[in-house]
T-cell receptor, first 112, second 110 residues
């Protein structure tokens, strides 16, 4: 039973560029959430997708956008990268509401 | 005020001792509560979840929830060096959004 998979594992981008991160949820899960985790902090909620729609959004600018596909996989896009966007980006999936999140291994993004 | 607050730590306990980790939350409507463990450089993994007031035990771990006080805790009995990690408290504040605290780093010394 495959868990949550994320790609790529690591990414180095230059300030101003755009990046796309990808996530496949755990089998049987239909809800995907994205989190940003800076060093020494807890994961910060970016947004959540269910039935191909953004259902909830955290306090992140419009430079952060996403998409969910019919097979429940998801993408996170970040435009006009800033140095402060350097972080670990975590994708998590869950089945029913209120059930625990299952995390992927994350994508480490470095913006130079 | 942060939605979910944890003891900043770090917390250090000797091997075999009880480690106590605390968390408070601000949204009285919260329904689901989770503890995740995160090793350095890794992603969070679920330790415990609790939905009702009281205690819930799973092996060496006990989660405690007091909704009236908006407080949730995690006790680790017989702490082992392998328990050394950052422990994240997460609260479902509404419709499936999990909000995390900044974590408490635990070190278990042999």
């Amino acid at each position: 039973d495959a868990g949550v998979t994320q790609s790529p594992t690591h990414l180095i981008k230059t300030r101003g560029q755009q990046v796309t991160l990808r996530c496949s949820p755990k089998s049987g899960h239909d809800t995907v959430s994205w989190y940003q985790q800076a060093l020494g902090q807890g994961p910060q909620f970016i947004f959540q997708y269910y039935e191909e729609e953004e259902r909830q959004r955290g306090n992140f600018p419009d430079r952060f956008s996403g998409h969910q596909f019919p097979n429940y996989s998801s993408e996170l896009n970040v435009n006009a990268l800033l140095l402060g966007d350097s972080a670990l980006y975590l994708c998590a999936s869950r089945g029913t509401g209120g059930s625990p999140l299952h995390f992927g291994n994350g994508t480490r993004l470095t913006v130079t | 005020q942060k939605e979910v607050e944890q003891n900043s730590g770090p917390l250090s306990v000797p091997e075999g001792a009880i480690a106590s980790l605390n968390c408070t939350y601000s949204d009285r409507g919260s329904q689901s509560f989770f503890w995740y463990r995160q090793y350095s450089g890794k992603s969070p993994e679920l330790i415990m979840f609790i939905y009702s007031n009281g205690d819930k035990e799973d092996g060496r771990f006990t989660a405690q929830l007091n909704k009236a006080s908006q407080y949730v805790s995690l006790l680790i009995r017989d702490s082992q060096p392998s328990d050394s990690a950052t422990y994240l408290c997460a609260v479902d504040t509404n419709a499936g959004k999990s909000t995390f605290g900044d974590g408490t780093t635990l070190t278990v010394k042999p």
